[in-house]
C-alpha cells in the first residue's frame, strides 16, 4: 500500500522560510518523479515544483522560482521543499504526489511538467499560513 505523508507546514511571518518534507512508503521513490502542488480555499490546486527520478530535470512554477529549492533523499524516501521569503499569498495546503517515470509514454523518464492530471499517488497536505 503505497502511503504519501507531508508534514512541515505551519505559521510563518512574512519573509520567514519553511522546509516542507514528504515521506513516501510502498513504493520506490527511484523510479518516480516528484511534485509539489499547493491549493488555496476556493481555488484551484496549482503547481509548485517537480523533480525527475533520477534529480536531472527539475522544475519551478513561476510564483516560486527563485525562492525555492526541491531536493530529494533516495534512502529517506523523502521528498523535500524549501521556500525562502515567503509572502501572503504562498498560504495554501501543500500537496506530494508522485508519478512513475513511464507514465504518459515514458515522458517523466526525463523530464517532470506540473500537470496535476498526469500524477497517481497523493498526500494528504500539509497547512502553510503565511501572515503578514
Known amino acids: 500500500q503505497v502511503q504519501v505523508a507531508e508534514s512541515g507546514g505551519g505559521l510563518v511571518q512574512a519573509g520567514g522560510s519553511l522546509k516542507l518534507s514528504c515521506v513516501v512508503s510502498g513504493l520506490n521513490i527511484d523510479d518516480y518523479a516528484m511534485a509539489w502542488f499547493r491549493q488555496a480555499p476556493g481555488k484551484e490546486r496549482e503547481p509548485v515544483s517537480c523533480m525527475t527520478w533520477n534529480r536531472q530535470t527539475i522544475e519551478y512554477a513561476p510564483s516560486v522560482k527563485g525562492r525555492s529549492r526541491i531536493s530529494r533523499d533516495s534512502a529517506k524516501k523523502t521528498l523535500y521543499l524549501q521556500i525562502d521569503n515567503l509572502k501572503p499569498e504562498d498560504t495554501a495546503m501543500y500537496y506530494c504526489?508522485?508519478?512513475?517515470?513511464?507514465?504518459?509514454?515514458?515522458?517523466?523518464?526525463?523530464?517532470?511538467?506540473?500537470?496535476?492530471?498526469?500524477?497517481?499517488?497523493w498526500g494528504q497536505g500539509t497547512q502553510v499560513t503565511v501572515s503578514s
Open positions: 504526489a508522485a508519478v512513475h517515470y513511464t507514465a504518459e509514454g515514458y515522458y517523466y523518464r526525463t523530464m517532470c511538467r506540473l500537470d496535476v492530471d498526469d500524477y497517481t499517488y
